[in-house]
């Protein structure tokens, strides 16, 4: 189990970047897999990227593919998203989660950030 604090999130414009941030604490994150969610009012909170613990592994969403690259320092205990050609629909909050093993659904996850909010403008 780890403590997880998302930062980077802002307003852009369509067509612009952000970096997503997420700082660990906790002995364990070096042996965590990590992953990126989101949420917006209405939906289900969806997966977007995801990351083995050593990095070597990675998984992406169908619909942010090839825009955004998630990635790990194990030293500096972060994890990254970087979210280019930004979308209106990529609107949401940003969720940065862990757990003993890479997954592709919410409950396979038991650590959690605050999250933080990405709004896209047209």
């Known amino acids: 189990q780890v403590q997880l604090v998302e930062s980077g999130g802002g307003l852009v414009q369509a067509g612009g970047s952000l970096r997503l941030s997420c700082a660990a604490s906790?002995?364990?994150?070096?042996?965590?897999?990590m992953a990126w969610f989101r949420q917006t009012p209405g939906k289900e909170r969806e997966i977007v990227a995801a990351i083995s613990w050593s990095g070597g592994n990675t998984w992406y969403a169908d619909f942010v593919k090839g825009r955004f690259t998630v990635s790990r320092d194990n030293a500096k205990k972060t994890v990254d998203l970087q979210m280019n050609s930004l979308k209106p629909e990529d609107t949401a909050v940003y969720y940065c989660?862990?757990?003993?093993?890479?997954?592709?659904?919410?409950?396979?996850?038991?650590?959690w950030g605050q999250g933080t909010q990405v709004t896209v403008s047209s």
């Open positions: 906790g002995r364990t994150f070096r042996s965590y897999a």
């Open positions: 989660a862990g757990g003993i093993r890479l997954a592709y659904v919410e409950y396979e996850y038991d650590s």
